[in-house]
Structures are given as structure tokens and as C-alpha cells.
């Protein structure tokens, strides 16, 4: 293999064995003179646009028209010899890193040597000793680097999710909760507090094996239903919360929000427990407010009551911080609920959690977002990376529609989990997004299967890395309802029933 060109970070390699690489693989362009090298990523192979070539199979065309036996006439084994020449490949190739005996370094400006240096390949286990150079304190195993002949492990460490925020993003069915589900599982090994908002009810199994056992972490999760297992009374939502629930997920204006906290006020003092019907009462009840507040308080109040979220009989303190903070994870599926209401509990929690992360009396805490445009305001998008990261919540987002998560969450980002797009806008902007370059991902991101995704970040240290991610010990999915409903047994189950 030969350097052929150098075009800032772009290199150009000649090989005649295309068919030992593949595009995502690292190569170790190597100074001889010294022990600095550079870690290059294949992302793409061309053909050698060799001078001659075209003529040459322009004559091959017409001779074959002739029938001439050739192979007798050589010999010398030429034709062998111009068959390769013919498969001469360009490895086009990013350099990643600058490595310095067997340090990484970011800066890649150097130049190396054309006539000193040599190329080899980076086997896979040398890439996971580069990703994760001392120990792996909380190794979580999310599958295998792609198309490593043997299988290498690609292995987080836990440790390094901390403090971050991450995106998982790609087309719909490639494998995106899936991976979120490894990450889940994963981190409730080591007792991280976690809680996952769970649009589409794919999460509510994870507490049992394929088989339909439960698993061993089985007591650590905790699925909640909103209005079904999970509802909150108002006094223990508390004013502050209740009328922020009402201002930011309903829009209640900032005069209504004046006359519901006086309500509130007035109803404690008279030593009354300020349920939804008491509030009502309290505001239909006040002079001097005028038509319009009263309407657009009791109609508020009026819709949450028909949503059953608040009973008056709901435990005095609700149940999700005590959870987290015991280390637990908590699914609140959100799958049967109206978007509105969607909006109307994840407002409520996320300012809950912040506050009680203010007051320190909850540990940092990691969130799953699935699809979170769909219940996310636009101005929490930048308190969940700023603010709330600060206080202690990690979140992973989850979305089938990049572009829908604002820019400056990917400003801030520290991980990238890209799987396969195909259309030319999301290449786009994930392009823009992560700060890796556009070819990587318009040439590397079309062609991965379902299960295999591109991981950057810190995570890997900045290496966009190939990985395969591997099935699932917990059941995948939730329960699916279908039309068809005849149960699919699992193989373990359709034995279990033979034999008996
Ligand atoms: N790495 C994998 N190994 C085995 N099955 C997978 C893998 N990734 C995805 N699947 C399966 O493919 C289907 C779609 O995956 P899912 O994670 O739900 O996709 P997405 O969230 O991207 O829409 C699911 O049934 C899931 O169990
Ligand atoms: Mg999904």
C-alpha cells in the first residue's frame, strides 16, 4: 500500500487489495524516523482512476469479440499482473488522530513522511485498547466492532456517560431503542438512578428475560402508567410546581396564574386541602375576577381533572424521586396518552427532578428521552443541556427526525450514536450536527445495516467507530397490541408447553 496524496485531513491511498479493506476501518500511517503516526478512517474506496486503463478495456472488449485463447500465449503470468493492476483501489481516508508512541492526539496538521512511512492495518483489539486505555471501571458492552473476523467487544464505560448528553438518532426500525435499551441496562447494573420517558411502551419489559422470566434486575424497574398506577394528588405537586405545570404545559396566562396562587393561598389558610375541585370552587367564589381568568383557570383545571392524572386519595408524596434516589429505574410509559398530556408530565417531572436536584436532595440522575419534540417545549430543550445538565441530568435522546432536536442541543453534545440514513436532508444536517466531516457520513451512513451504528464522542474519544450492537438480554419489545392477536410463543415457551 502507497501514500499517493495529501489534501488537509483527506489521504489518498493506493492499494491493490481493496477487497481486505473495509470502509470504516482505521490504518496506522506510521513515520519510520520516528514512533509519530497517524490513526487514518477508510470511509471510502474508489477505484484507481489509472491512465491507459480505459483504452485498455476498450481492446479487452474487442479481442474477447475474436475469441482469442490467451491464457496459453503467457508465460510469464502478465494477464495476471494487469488484472491487478486493474483492481488497484483508492482508500480514501480521514485522519482521526495523531498518535504519539501510545498516546492519542487530537492535533492531525502534521505531514508524514510519503517516502518514510508505512501503512498498517489497526486490528480491532488495538482500537479498543486505544478507545479505552486504562481500566474499564463500569464496562457496559453494547455489541462488537462491525466486521471485525474476530468478534472484539465494544465496551463503554459507564463512567464516561456521566456528566453528558448524548443523542441516538437514525432511521425508523435500524436499531435505535434497542441501543437505548443496552444503555438502560447497562447502567442499571450499577445502580445509576434512570428514568426513561417512553413514548412508545417499548420499555415496559425490560425487567423480564426473552423468555418471558423475569430478569434478576427485575425489582429495579419500575414501570409507571400515568392515571392508571402513577397519579399525583395537587397538594403534593405543591403550588410552586402546579402553577408552573399550568403556565409552561397549558399556557395559562401570567394574571391567571396571580388569581390561582392567591386561590391556593386563601384555601390554606382556612385550613383546606387544595385539591382540583377546592381550587375551582375558590376561584368561581372570588370577586373582582374578571370573566376571562376565571374561564381560563377552570377550564385548565377542568381539563386535568377529566384526565384522571390527580386523585385526591394519591399518596402525599409522589413515588418517582424516592424511586431515583434508591437507585432504581423508572419507565413512566406515556404510550396511551394524549400529547398534551404527554407535555402536562413531562413538565411536571423535569421541573420536579430539577428542583430537588437544586436542593441536593437527589443524586445526578440519568433521562431517556424517545422522541422528545413530541412532548419537549422548545425552551426546554436548552434548560435540559445547560441547566438541568448542571444540576445532575445526563439525557439521551432518542429520534427518528435529527433535525427536529435544536441546534444548540448538538452544540453541546458529547455523543453521537448515528444508524442508517439514506435521505439527503437528514445527511444534511446530522453532517452539520456532529462535528465530523460530511463525507464520513454521506459515504459510511447509507450503507450500514439495522443494529450497526457510527459512535462518536467521548465516549470514544472522538474516533467515529463502527459498531455492531448485539441482542438484547431483556425482551426488546412491549407489549404490542395487534389486530391479529394470536400470541407468538417464544421457542422456550412453545417447548415448555410440548412437554407438558
Ligand atoms: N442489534 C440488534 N440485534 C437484534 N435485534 C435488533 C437489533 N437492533 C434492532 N433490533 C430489532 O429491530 C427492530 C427495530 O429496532 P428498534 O430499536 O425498535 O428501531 P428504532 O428505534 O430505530 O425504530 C426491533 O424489533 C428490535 O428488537
Ligand atoms: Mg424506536
Known amino acids: 500500500m502507497r501514500l499517493l496524496k495529501k489534501t488537509g485531513t483527506r489521504y489518498l491511498l493506493l492499494t491493490l487489495e481493496p477487497q481486505r479493506y473495509s470502509p470504516g476501518a482505521y490504518l496506522l500511517l506510521k513515520d519510520r524516523l520516528s514512533d509519530r ?30 475469441v482469442v485463447e490467451v491464457e496459453d500465449h503467457d508465460p510469464m503470468g502478465i494477464l495476471n499482473v494487469l488484472t491487478e493492476v486493474r483492481d488497484a483501489s483508492l482508500l480514501v481516508c480521514e485522519a482521526r488522530a495523531a498518535i504519539a508512541g501510545d498516546q492519542l492526539d487530537e492535533f492531525v496538521g502534521y505531514a508524514p513522511s510519503r517516502a518514510q512511512s508505512i501503512v498498517q492495518v489497526l486490528e480491532h483489539e488495538q482500537l479498543a485498547t486505544l478507545l479505552n486505555p486504562g481500566k474499564v471501571h463500569y464496562p457496559i458492552c453494547i455489541g462488537s466492532f462491525w466486521r471485525s473476523s474476530v468478534d472484539t467487544e465494544f465496551v463503554i464505560d459507564a463512567e464516561r456517560l456521566d456528566g453528558t448528553v448524548s443523542v441516538i438518532t437514525g432511521m425508523k426500525g435500524m436499531g435505535k431503542s434497542h441501543l437505548a435499551k443496552h444503555l438502560v441496562l447497562g447502567l442499571l447494573k450499577y445502580n445509576v438512578p434512570l428514568l426513561v420517558l417512553d413514548v412508545n411502551g417499548e420499555y415496559t419489559r425490560i425487567g423480564y428475560l426473552r423468555d418471558g422470566t423475569p430478569a434478576p434486575w427485575h425489582n429495579r ?32 396566562p401570567a394574571q391567571s396564574q396571580r388569581v390561582l396562587r392567591i386561590a391556593w393561598q386563601n384555601l390554606e389558610q382556612r385550613g383546606i386541602t387544595p385539591t382540583l375541585s377546592a381550587l375551582m370552587q375558590e376561584v368561581m367564589r372570588r370577586n373582582g375576577v374578571s370573566y376571562q381568568v376565571r374561564e381560563a ?27 431515583l434516589a434508591k437507585g432504581n429505574t423508572v419507565i413512566l410509559d406515556l404510550h396511551s396518552l394524549s400529547p398534551m398530556l404527554q407535555r402536562v408530565i413531562v413538565e411536571y417531572i423535569l421541573s420536579k427532578l430539577a428542583d430537588l436536584l437544586e436542593q441536593r436532595a437527589l443524586p445526578p440522575l ?35 427526525q435529527p433535525s427536529r432536536i435544536p ?27 456532529s462535528r465530523i466531516d460530511v463525507d464520513t457520513v454521506r459515504y459510511l451512513l447509507p450503507n450500514l445495516p439495522r443494529g450497526v451504528c457510527l459512535v462518536v464522542g467521548v465516549v470514544t ?28 410463543l417464544s421457542a422456550a415457551s412453545a417447548l415448555a408447553r410440548a412437554a407438558s
Open 407 to 433: 441546534d444548540h442541543v448538538y452544540r453541546q453534545l458529547d455523543n453521537l450514536f448515528l444508524f442508517r440514513f439514506v435521505n439527503e436532508n437528514d445527511l444534511r444536517f446530522v453532517a452539520r450536527a
Open 37 to 66: 503516526g497517524l490513526l487514518l478512517q477508510i470511509i471510502d474506496i474508489e477505484y484507481a482512476d489509472l491512465p491507459g486503463l480505459l483504452e485498455d478495456y476498450l481492446r479487452e472488449e474487442l479481442e474477447s469479440e475474436l
Open 461 to 488: 474519544r472522538n474516533l467515529p467507530v463502527l459498531v455492531r450492537v448485539s441482542g438484547l438480554e431483556a425482551e426488546a419489545q412491549g407489549e404490542t397490541r395487534r389486530f391479529f392477536a394470536t400470541p407468538r
Open 221 to 252: 424497574i419500575h414501570v409507571l402508567r400515568p392515571c392508571e398506577n402513577y397519579q399525583l394528588s395537587v397538594e403534593a405537586i405543591g403550588l410552586r410546581s402546579f402553577i408552573r405545570l399550568l403556565a409552561n404545559a397549558l399556557q395559562l
Open 366 to 400: 440519568f433521562l431517556v428521552a424517545e422522541e422528545a419534540h413530541l412532548y419537549l417545549r422548545d425552551t426546554h430543550w436548552e434548560e435540559i443541556v445547560t441547566r438541568m445538565r448542571h444540576l445532575g441530568i445526563f439525557t439521551i435522546f432518542v429520534t427518528n
Open 297 to 323: 383557570i377552570y377550564s385548565r383545571l377542568e381539563y386535568l381533572r377529566s384526565t384522571q392524572l390527580f386523585n385526591d386519595q394519591a399518596a402525599q408524596q409522589d413515588p418517582v424521586p424516592d424511586l
